[in-house]
């Protein structure tokens, strides 16, 4: 069937799209680079039209237009499911809030839990021969949203990558209200990772050395995981596989040296799987009709049960800070939250629960603060107000630079004790101070 002429009869301006939105809609605007960009300018035009218009996304990569018009939250508020560094600098100015979330869980809240969207703005690659629309790098959600909003508008962007996978990836055309191209196409980058350092390294270490042959990776997003990517890269490991929420620019290092081939895989063998991808334009070109790699809905990737199903999956991510108990925030500083939970606790639990699955949780023991202060990433307790992304009892290996450290069945007593001995030297008698204090500190216990 030819869907030449459907497209031709839906094709419009972005300003004519746009039209139909109202003061108090939820509209929905995509998710990190496929958020629509073109939509949002032609929206941003209509503010004096507008009030109360809700919007939602996540992990923004460029500053919206909707941001910049004066006095933004008169008429915008955006709901945020995952901050990134663009909704943290705007947060403090009230008109950005954050969505606790499980991000395996937020197709169900788009089917079942939220208010109705009235319009969803979704950017998509070009329409394929059979009037599909393909959700490229960034489809975790946007199924369940299509499957909810009362009006659909794509923004086609030819630059976006084709992501195969297995189900819900794309939207045909017959379910699209409107279909806008993009005046300027290009496609969202990620800045290059900072360098890793003597720190970063030295943790990569640790961990590359603990995981096998025919293991199956979860990697998160920053410097230490990138440098066990990197590490991973350059080492004789053989027969990797791939199943995590975000595809990074590590994991094409790795399959193109041959050390991911997913052939050990119990679930989806051969395929690198994944939520959402972002990164460099060689990621993306790598993604594009990659029959080895696989996007899925999130509410599968994330799966505890799905993650747990591969043997030997190892999972690594980073945190902000966490306490004697074993509590890790991954996401807040103290009230102010500078990320989100996304998928890191499903990680830790799949990972635990996998067949020879490790789980980590790494981070250097000290960060200098503004003021140029050295502040020690171990606590005696979390400080007020700081989210509890795992719970004590969900941590398995805790990795700095001066070691690691299991606390799976391990007593309070001895969490403080394990936890105190990775902490930089300059903080342990402060903690164990702290620890005395807190009565979970034991006469017999040595540093």
Known sequence: MDYTKEYAQKLTTAEKAVSVIKSGDWVDYGWNMATVHDLDSALAARVEDLHDVKVRGGVLMDVPEIFKVKNPGEHFSFYSWHYSGVERKFAKEGFITYVPVRYSEIPRYCREDIPPIDVAMLQVAPMDKHGYFNF????????AICERAKHIIVEVNDKMPHCLGGFQTEVHISKVDAIVEM????????????AATEVDEIVAKTIVNEIPNGACLQLGIGSMPNAVGSLLAQSDLKDLGV??????????DMAEKGIINGTKKQLNPGRQVYAFACGSQKLYDYLDD????????????????????HDNMISINNIVNMDLYGQVNAESNGLRQITGAGGQLDYVMGAYLSRGGKSFICCSSTFTDKSGELQSRILPILHSGSTVTDTRANI????????MVNLKGASLWERAEKLISISHPKFREQLIAAAEQQGIWHHSNKI
């Open 183 to 194: 005046k300027e196409p290009y496609a969202r980058c990620m800045p290059p990772a900072r």
């Open 243 to 252: 199943h995590t929420e975000m595809y990074v620019d590590a994991f094409v």
């Open 290 to 309: 990659n029959p080895a790699c696989m996007a899925a809905p999130v509410n599968y990737v994330n799966d505890v049960r799905v993650i747990s199903a």
């Open 396 to 403: 398995q290996y805790v990795v700095t630079e001066y070691g």
């Open 136 to 143: 490229g790098p960034s489809g975790s959600m946007e199924a």
